[in-house]
């Protein structure tokens, strides 16, 4: 596989999965942007890198196991589209998935979830920050 033509936001993408499954919190946060926004499957949010990077530690300690893997990647419309599965110890946090993400200036600035049976991430990881039409 060529890299060299890979679009960039492709490239951010695959190095925040590499550095999520390596369980590397210090290299997932020198990807966020300082405005990141990480939406759950539920439609609920938290933002800014500072919470992202917190909620990311927070995942790694609810669950060592928690993996992505089997991705397919394909960029549109300025997106990177995301399918493969999620695996992890909790049975509830495994499952096949879709994402969608977006990236700019090699920062990380959109990840978002889309599994039926996917729990509310946001609220779970970070109730203090979480934001949604159901938190409201």
Not at 65 to 71: G, I, Q, T, V, W
Not at 75 to 92: N, Y
Request: negative net charge; charged residues 35%; proline residues 4%.
């Amino acid at each position: 596989m060529f890299e060299w033509n890979t679009p960039e936001p492709v490239k951010v993408v695959k190095l925040y999965v590499d550095a999520l499954n390596a369980r590397d919190a210090d290299r997932v946060d020198a990807l966020l942007d300082e405005h990141v926004r990480y939406v759950d499957s539920r439609g609920e949010w938290i933002e800014g890198r500072r919470n992202f990077a917190t909620a990311t530690r927070r995942l790694f300690e609810l669950d060592p196991d928690y993996k992505l893997h089997d991705m397919k990647i394909v960029m549109h419309e300025g997106d990177v589209l995301l399918k493969g599965r999620a695996s992890a110890r909790e049975e509830r946090l495994s499952h096949d998935t879709l994402w969608r993400a977006r990236a700019e200036g090699g920062k990380l600035t959109h990840w978002q979830s889309y599994g039926e049976d996917s729990p509310a991430l946001a609220r779970i990881l970070m109730p203090e920050a979480a934001r949604g039409a159901e938190l409201r």
